[in-house]
C-alpha cells in the first residue's frame, strides 16, 4: 500500500545519504510515516529528520533537505514534497495511487486489506471463561464479541489464532452449585427442605431442576441426599455448558478449545507446577500455608498458593493453566477479563516471569463494565424473571448483529452504554442499521444496474472519478489496511465499528451527490466499479466484527 510505498522510499534515500557520506549513519532507522492533522499539510508525513538528528549532529531541517533530494522524483503517486516546521517531511499525493486502490480492490476482492505482519506467529486468545454455574450476562458478551472479532482481525492479518474458553469447574463453587439443584429438584416435587444459605439463588437454577425432572421424573427423590448432589453436580454442570455453548453459537462465537480445570487437579499439574516454582526458588511455607514470592517479581506482597487447610487456590491453579498454554508452543498469550480482575494482572506476570518467559509472553485486555439501558433509561432488572438480564435474553429480543456491533463502538478500557431501544431502531440512528443499510443500498444499485444492461467490463476508466465525493469514498476504502492492521497490532477492536460507519457516510454522501447510472455509459461503469468496491470493503468489515452484510432490508 501507499504507506509502505512512501516508507520505502524514505529509505532507499537514506541509504543513498549513507552510501554518499552525506548523512553519517551508522544504521537505517525504521521510517514512521502518518497522517498530518490537518489536511493542508498532506497526505502523509515523516518526523525521521528529527529522530535523526541527535545522532548524525545535524539540523532537522538540513537533513530533511538531502532526504529528499534524493528521493526517487520519478514516483507516480507524489505531486509534491514540503518540509515543514522543524523538519517534517509532508507528502502531497496525486489521485493516481487512488485508482490503483480500486483496481487492487477489484484483484483481491474481500482479501483486500489483509496482510501477513503475523507470519504465522501462533496466539492463544482466552475469553469469556464464564463459570459453569449459571447463565451468561452482558458483560460476557461484550468479551465475547471483543475476543472473536480480535481473532478474527489476528487472523487476516497473518497469525495463527486458537481461541480458547477456560472452564472453572473445580472448587467449592461446583459444590454448592449442585446442592442448589439437589434441593430445588426436591422442592418441585414436593418435599419440604431448606435452601442453603449459601446457595444460588437464582431463577436458572429451578429451569435447570424442571429440565431434569422433564427427562427423568422424580428418579432421583429415593437416591441418598450425597449421592443425588454427586450426580447432579455432573448433570447440572454439563446442561449448563451446553447452555453456554449455545448462547455462544447464537452469538456467532465458537471456541477451538474448551479447557476444563478439573484437568490440571486430576492430572496433578496443580502440584507439579508449584514444586517446579519451589526447584527455581520462588515457593516458600510460612503459618501453615505455601506462598509464591511475588515480591521477587515487584509485587507488594507475596501470594498463597496452598491453603492451611491443604485446599490450592485459585491463583495456583491459573498458574499451572498458563504453564499448560506455554507447553503447547504459543508464540503469545492473550487474555480478556472483566474489570474485576485489574488487582490479578500484576501477580500472574510475576508467575509468568518465574516459569521462566519474559512478562509480555502474556497479554492482558482488561474490559469495563456494560450498563444497559432502554431508551435512556437503567435496566437492572429481567422482566422473566426479576433478576439480571442474561445474555440470552439480550439476544433474544435485538439479535446477534446489533450486539455485536454495539458493543465494539467503545474501548474495552472504557464503560460501554447499550440501549435496547436503539439497537432495534431500523433508522440512521442506530449505527449497524445504518453500516448494514448502506450494504443493501449498493446491493440493490447493482441489481438495478444488471437490469439495465450496464457495462461491468474490465477495462474500467477510474480517472472519470475525480469529484470530491468519489475522491473521499475512495480514499476511505483505501484506509481499511491500514485501519485493519492497526486493530490486530494494538489489540483493540473498536476501530472497526467507526472505520464501518465512516465508510458508510462516505457512501450514502457519493450516492446524494453522484448519480450513478446515466448517460454517459464509461461514467456510470467507473461509478458501478465504486459501488462494488465498497460493497467488497463493507462485507469485509462486518465479516470481521462478525455482522452479516444483507442484500436487502
Same mark, same amino acid.
Given at each position: 500500500? %501507499?504507506?509502505?510505498?512512501?516508507?520505502?522510499?524514505?529509505?532507499? &534515500?537514506?541509504?543513498?545519504?549513507?552510501?554518499?557520506?552525506?548523512?553519517?549513519?551508522?544504521?537505517?532507522?525504521?521510517?514512521?510515516?502518518?497522517?498530518?492533522?490537518?489536511?493542508?499539510?498532506?497526505?502523509? &508525513?515523516?518526523?525521521?529528520?528529527?529522530?535523526?538528528?541527535?545522532?548524525?549532529?545535524?539540523?532537522?531541517?538540513?537533513?530533511?533537505? *538531502?532526504?529528499?533530494?534524493?528521493?526517487?522524483?520519478?514516483?507516480?503517486?507524489?505531486?509534491? %514534497?514540503?518540509? +515543514?516546521?522543524?523538519?517534517?517531511?509532508?507528502?502531497?499525493?496525486?489521485?493516481?495511487?487512488?485508482?490503483?486502490?480500486?483496481?487492487?480492490?477489484?484483484?483481491?476482492?474481500?482479501?483486500?486489506?489483509?496482510?501477513? *505482519?503475523?507470519?504465522?506467529?501462533? %496466539?492463544?486468545?482466552?475469553?469469556?471463561?464464564?463459570?459453569?454455574?449459571?447463565?451468561?450476562?452482558?458483560?460476557?458478551?461484550?468479551?465475547?464479541?471483543?475476543?472473536?472479532?480480535?481473532?478474527?482481525?489476528l487472523s487476516a492479518n497473518g497469525y495463527d489464532v486458537e481461541k480458547e474458553f477456560y472452564i472453572n469447574d473445580y472448587g467449592n463453587q461446583m459444590n454448592i452449585f449442585a446442592k442448589s439443584v439437589a434441593v430445588r429438584y426436591a422442592q418441585l416435587l414436593g418435599q419440604d427442605i431448606p435452601f442453603p444459605?449459601?446457595?444460588?439463588?437464582?431463577?436458572?437454577?429451578?429451569?435447570?431442576?424442571?429440565?431434569?425432572?422433564?427427562?427423568?421424573?422424580?428418579k432421583y427423590l429415593g437416591v441418598p441426599e450425597k449421592e443425588r448432589e454427586s450426580i447432579f453436580k455432573e448433570r447440572a454442570y454439563k446442561q449448563v455448558l451446553d447452555h453456554l455453548k449455545n448462547t455462544l453459537y447464537k452469538m456467532g462465537v465458537q471456541f477451538?478449545?474448551?479447557?476444563?480445570?478439573?484437568?490440571?487437579?486430576?492430572?496433578?499439574?496443580?502440584?507439579?507446577? *508449584?514444586?517446579?516454582?519451589?526447584?527455581?526458588?520462588?515457593?516458600?511455607?510460612?503459618?501453615? &500455608?505455601?506462598?509464591?514470592?511475588?515480591?521477587?517479581?515487584?509485587?507488594?506482597?507475596?501470594?498463597?498458593?496452598?491453603?492451611?487447610?491443604?485446599?490450592?487456590?485459585?491463583?495456583?491453579?491459573d498458574i499451572a493453566y498458563h504453564k499448560n498454554k506455554l507447553d503447547r508452543g504459543f508464540d503469545k498469550l492473550i487474555n480478556i477479563w472483566g474489570a474485576d480482575h485489574h488487582g490479578y494482572v500484576g501477580r500472574m506476570k510475576a508467575a509468568i516471569q518465574a516459569l521462566g518467559y519474559p512478562a509480555d509472553k502474556l497479554e492482558i485486555i482488561i474490559g469495563q463494565l456494560v450498563n444497559l439501558l432502554r431508551g435512556g433509561e437503567p435496566v437492572r432488572m429481567s422482566k422473566r424473571t426479576g433478576e439480571m438480564v442474561t445474555l440470552d435474553e439480550l439476544l433474544e429480543e435485538v439479535g446477534p448483529d446489533a450486539i455485536r456491533f454495539l458493543f465494539l463502538m467503545r474501548s474495552t478500557d472504557s464503560p460501554l452504554d447499550f440501549d435496547i431501544e436503539l439497537a432495534k431502531q431500523e433508522s440512521s440512528e442506530n449505527p449497524v442499521y445504518y453500516v448494514q443499510y448502506a450494504h443493501a443500498r449498493i446491493s440493490s444499485i447493482i441489481r438495478y444496474a444488471e437490469a439495465e444492461g450496464v457495462s461491468f467490463s474490465d477495462n474500467i476508466n477510474y480517472e472519470l472519478l475525480n469529484s470530491k465525493p468519489e475522491l473521499d469514498l475512495i480514499r476511505k476504502l483505501a484506509e481499511w489496511p491500514e485501519v485493519?492492521?492497526?486493530?490486530?497490532?494494538?489489540? +483493540?477492536?473498536?476501530?472497526?465499528?467507526?472505520?464501518?460507519?465512516?465508510?458508510a457516510s462516505a457512501f450514502h454522501y457519493f450516492y446524494?451527490?453522484?448519480?450513478?447510472?446515466?448517460?454517459?455509459?464509461?461514467?456510470? &461503469?467507473?461509478?458501478?466499479?465504486?459501488?462494488?468496491?465498497?460493497?467488497?470493503?463493507?462485507?469485509?468489515?462486518? +465479516?470481521?466484527?462478525g455482522v452479516s452484510a444483507p442484500e436487502k432490508m
Open positions: 500500500m %501507499i504507506k509502505e510505498k512512501l516508507s520505502l522510499l524514505v529509505r532507499e &534515500a537514506l541509504e543513498k545519504a549513507q552510501q554518499r557520506a552525506r548523512l553519517p549513519l551508522e544504521e537505517i532507522p525504521e521510517v514512521m510515516l502518518e497522517h498530518p492533522r490537518e489536511k493542508a499539510h498532506g497526505d502523509w &508525513a515523516t518526523n525521521v529528520a528529527l529522530i535523526l538528528a541527535g545522532k548524525v549532529k545535524m539540523p532537522p531541517r538540513a537533513i530533511a533537505q *538531502i532526504i529528499v533530494e534524493l528521493l526517487d522524483d520519478k514516483q507516480r503517486y507524489i505531486e509534491k %514534497i514540503e518540509i +515543514a516546521g522543524p523538519g517534517f517531511i509532508n507528502f502531497y499525493l496525486s489521485n493516481k495511487w487512488l485508482y490503483d486502490v480500486m483496481a487492487l480492490i477489484k484483484e483481491q476482492g474481500e482479501k483486500f486489506g489483509h496482510s501477513n *505482519i503475523g507470519a504465522g506467529q501462533r %496466539i492463544q486468545l482466552e475469553f469469556v471463561s464464564a463459570n459453569p454455574v449459571g447463565p451468561m450476562h452482558i458483560g460476557h458478551g461484550r468479551w465475547a464479541a471483543v475476543g472473536d472479532t480480535l481473532a478474527n482481525a444459605e449459601d446457595g444460588y439463588q437464582g431463577e436458572y437454577i429451578k429451569d435447570i431442576a424442571r429440565e431434569i425432572i422433564a427427562e427423568e421424573n422424580d477451538d478449545t474448551w479447557f476444563s480445570e478439573r484437568t490440571l487437579h486430576e492430572s496433578s499439574a496443580v502440584n507439579k507446577t *508449584i514444586e517446579l516454582l519451589r526447584e527455581r526458588g520462588y515457593v516458600y511455607e510460612s503459618e501453615g &500455608a505455601v506462598w509464591f514470592k511475588a515480591t521477587a517479581f515487584g509485587e507488594d506482597k507475596d501470594r498463597v498458593l496452598i491453603r492451611a487447610n491443604g485446599e490450592p487456590t485459585y491463583f495456583a491453579a485493519l492492521e492497526r486493530v490486530a497490532r494494538q489489540r +483493540a477492536p473498536h476501530p472497526l465499528t467507526s472505520y464501518a460507519q465512516e465508510l446524494t451527490k453522484c448519480r450513478v447510472i446515466g448517460e454517459d455509459k464509461d461514467l456510470s &461503469a467507473a461509478r458501478m466499479a465504486l459501488c462494488k468496491a465498497t460493497k467488497t470493503v463493507l462485507r469485509s468489515v462486518l +465479516a470481521i466484527i
